[in-house]
């Protein structure tokens, strides 16, 4: 049973490029979360979705950040004309619909985003 | 709303010394609570959960941890620390009020020295 899957692990992008973050949820579980960590800093929230519904968007940048969760296929986090700030680790986690506080969220391993 | 305070942005042990990371929680509603723990350039690992049941919860590679309602805390402790729990430690907290979200607390980097 593989845990949550991420890709790239890493990814390198000029300023003003597109950077597209894949999060491919634990087999079974049907909620997946987005978390971005600044260097230095504790993660956090920035999108919650299901699939084909975003639920929680409350962390999501007003602009060039959007996320999707299509009926098939991962997850998908996308930032347009990235900038030097946007250089963070992101996580994916996701957990089942059902009792998140007891079985906990897994995270996937991130991928690190760097804006040169 | 809610949120995490690690007290402490970093510890320094000696190895076979015990370990106390300690971690503050607010929230409007009955929480739940986690650690994790997060190795260089890796993922996040749990190290253990509350979920209301037992206070005093034990977790992988002899972490336990206590839930104490009453000073709104969940301190991190081990008896005897290892090379190999070098390691960045985030305390967490999630409830239903706050839409299952985690806060994450800002980290506390455990260093053993030898």
């Known amino acids: 049973n593989a845990g949550v899957m991420q890709n790239p692990r890493h990814l390198v992008r000029r300023r003003g490029q597109e950077a597209r973050l894949r999060c491919s949820p634990m087999k079974g579980h049907s909620h997946v979360y987005w978390y971005r960590q600044l260097p230095e800093e504790g993660l956090k929230f920035m999108v919650y979705?299901?699939?084909?519904?975003?639920?929680?968007e409350s962390g999501m940048p007003k602009e060039r950040f959007s996320a999707e969760f299509p009926k098939e296929g991962p997850s998908i986090l996308r930032i347009q004309q990235v900038v030097r700030g946007d250089s963070a680790a992101y996580f994916c986690?996701?957990?089942?619909?059902?009792?998140?506080?007891?079985?906990?969220?897994?995270f996937g391993s991130g991928t690190r985003l760097t804006v040169v | 709303a809610q949120s995490v305070t690690q007290l402490d942005s970093h510890v320094s042990v000696s190895e076979g010394t015990p370990v106390l990371l300690r971690c503050n929680y607010s929230?409007?509603?009955?929480?739940?609570l986690f650690w994790y723990v997060q190795h260089p350039n890796k993922g996040l690992q749990l190290l253990l959960k509350y979920t209301s049941a037992a206070t005093l919860v034990k977790g992988i590679n002899g972490f336990e941890a206590e839930f104490k309602k009453s000073e709104t805390s969940f301190h991190l402790t081990k008896p005897s620390a290892h090379m190999s729990d070098a390691a960045e430690y985030f305390c967490?907290?999630?409830?239903?009020?706050?839409?299952?979200?985690?806060?994450f607390g800002g980290g506390t980097r455990l260093m053993v020295k030898p």
């Open positions: 979705l299901q699939k084909e519904n975003i639920i929680d």
């Open positions: 929230s409007s509603y009955s929480p739940s």
């Open positions: 967490v907290v999630s409830s239903n009020n706050a839409g299952n979200m985690l806060t």
């Open positions: 986690a996701s957990s089942p619909p059902w009792g998140r506080e007891l079985l906990g969220y897994t």
